[in-house]
Each structure stands twice: as C-alpha cells, then as structure tokens.
C-alpha cells in the first residue's frame, strides 16, 4: 500500500518535485525529513475510493418509492422514477441511468456509472448501489429515498463507503496533528465544512508554519478547495 508522503511527493501534485529554490524547497526538504522518520499508510477516509450506499429491505407487499441522489461535485441532486417495492437489478439500474441521462452537471455519465449490480429484490434484502462509473468515481455521493405508496416506511440508507479522492495532503496535517477533527470522518468532497469541524491540533513534530502553508495550498488547488479554505481559516500561520 502507498504512504501518506510518498503519495503526495509522488503524485501529480503541486509539490511532486524538489524545488530547487523558492518557498517549496523548504517544505519539500521537510516532508523528505518527515518521510524517513515516519510515513503512515494512506488509508480511509483519506485514500481514494468510490461511494457505495446500501439500502436497507423495505420489507414490502406493495407500493412504489424513489431513490434521490445527491453529488456535491456536480451540486445535483437526482430523483428517479417510482420504483416498486420488490425491484430486481435491471429495472433499478434502468431507472438510475434514465434518471441520470442528460443531466447538464454530469454531461459524460454512462449507463452503469451508478451500478445497482448488487440488488436483487428490494423488499427482502439490501440493495447495494456503487458509483464507480467513469463519471463518478472517486466522488461523494449520498442516496436517500422518499415513500410513494409503499404499504410500510421507506427504506433506511446506510453509508458503507465515502466516496473520494486521494487526500494525502490533509492526510499530512491530520495524521501529525498539525489540525484536528472534531468528530471520527473529515468534511466529504465536494461539501462545506461546518463551523468547528476542522481545530487547530498540538503539531507535536513542529511543522513549519511554511510547510502547513504548502499543505493547505495544495488541498485547495488538488483536494478540496472549499476544506482547504476551511483549513486556512483556523491556521494562523497560513494566512
């Protein structure tokens, strides 16, 4: 598996060569330093992955009900057609990609790109819907679902895996304690931040204030860049 430095000097990033002079040089010389001391593992929520939302067995005997789904990166928010209560995979990828077909925010959607390949009859047993199409891979995406006429309550959707990209430049600044999260996940992709998420951690190691900088330079331009600006807001030291 990839380390944390070494994905983010390594990478197509803004800092994935050494500088030979200028600003970057030092913080490039430091992550170096840092690198053969300790290089965590890049791991979640901090290593790509593709979002999987699993509903729960509706538990049915009649009725329809409709997923929505929702992809900050594209600010879209998708409601399919009925669904009924026993659907079987064919039809719910079919209502996905008709649902999806032509929205203007994800113009190079395929059908399959939102794969509902692990559903099987949806008022006995979960439903399993991955984005790991070209379109959306490597993205947030959160699934809700409304009750139309289902003769029980729509069914509850569990987040089993967060979408996102590699994150290995807040994966510096978390795992070293240069910031902290106030709750166990940082922000998703794609999302705003809310007040007090990210706080300001104990930089145990003395990161350079130039090197927390860079960092945060490289969340913005690479990552993220409203949970960049979210992370720049608490550092003092990056201005």
Known sequence: MANVIATLLTSPKTINVAPTKGPNRHSYNELQALQATNDPTLAAPYLAADAVETVAANGGSSGNFTLTFTLPKYSIAVT???????AAEAAIQTI??????GQVGVATYSAGDIDAGA??????????????????????MVVTTTNVDLDVAAP???????????????????LYDAIKLSGSLPAAQGTTPAAGDY?????????????QKTL??????????????????IKDCVG
């Open 80 to 86: 399919t057609a009925n669904i009924v209560f026993d």
């Open 96 to 101: 996905i990609d008709t649902a999806m077909a």
């Open 119 to 140: 559903c099987v009859d949806t008022s006995a047993a979960t439903c399993a819907i991955t984005a790991n199409g070209t379109s959306v891979a490597k993205t947030h």
């Open 156 to 174: 509850t959707v569990t987040t089993t895996t967060i979408g996102t990209g590699n994150r290995p430049a807040e994966a510096v600044l978390q």
């Open 199 to 211: 706080v300001v951690g104990d930089n145990p190691l003395s990161l350079s204030p130039a090197l």
């Open 216 to 233: 945060v330079n490289e969340i913005t331009a690479k990552e993220d860049k409203t949970i960049g600006d979210a992370i720049r807001a």
